[in-house]
């Protein structure tokens, strides 16, 4: 089991940029496929980006490539998402999500484990 604490959201005006960290409890770390979501008021939870659990590969939505970066520090446990230039419609409460590392993961597919959010406000 994995327990995922996000952190590093809050109020950014457009353009601007935001850390958000996940910190992620127990020694099976280096295990785990990670990814980032969100979730806007009314409409459905949206894949951000996804990493290995080696950090080998990465994987982004469209929408958000060239100016997000997921990265993983497996010694610390921990997982960030680098967001730039972020625009209004990008606020949403951002999620880090783990799922066991194996041949048939699929970086947009089912995650078991989820952390609580973080709020990303984005201001115009």
């Known amino acids: 089991q994995v327990l995922l604490v996000e952190s590093g959201g809050g109020l950014v005006q457009a353009g601007g940029s935001l850390r958000l960290s996940c910190a992620a409890s127990g020694r099976t770390f280096l295990r785990y496929a990670m990814g980032w979501f969100r979730q806007a008021p009314g409409k459905d939870r949206e894949f951000v980006a996804a990493i290995t659990s080696s950090a080998l590969g990465t994987y982004y939505a469209d929408s958000v490539k060239g100016r997000f970066t997921i990265s993983r520090d497996n010694a610390k446990n921990m997982l960030y998402l680098q967001m730039n230039s972020l625009k209004p419609e990008e606020s949403a409460v951002y999620y880090c999500?783990?799922?066991?590392?194996?041949?048939?993961?699929?970086?947009?597919?089912?995650?078991?484990?989820w952390g609580q959010g973080t709020q990303v406000t984005v201001s115009s």
């Open positions: 999500a783990a799922e066991a590392q194996t041949i048939n993961w699929d970086p947009r597919g089912e995650y078991h484990y």
